[in-house]
């Protein structure tokens, strides 16, 4: 239906791929900063490159 013209489903297409692009780098930047923040206890498994 975006395809014929309809403003309506563009606008509901353009939402979509935009929520679709914003949820992808939200969800990319929450595990950067969960890995940035997360202490860093045992010095062991950091040297050893598990995670």
């Known amino acids: 239906m975006a395809v014929a013209g ?3 489903a563009q606008i ?3 939402g979509m791929l935009v929520g679709l692009f914003a949820l992808m780098f939200a969800t990319r930047w929450y595990f950067v900063m969960r890995r940035v923040l997360r202490p860093k ?3 062991r498994f950091d040297s050893m490159g598990i995670n």
Do not use: I
């Open 6 to 8: 309809d403003v309506d």
């Open 12 to 14: 509901l297409l353009g």
């Open 41 to 43: 206890t045992t010095a």
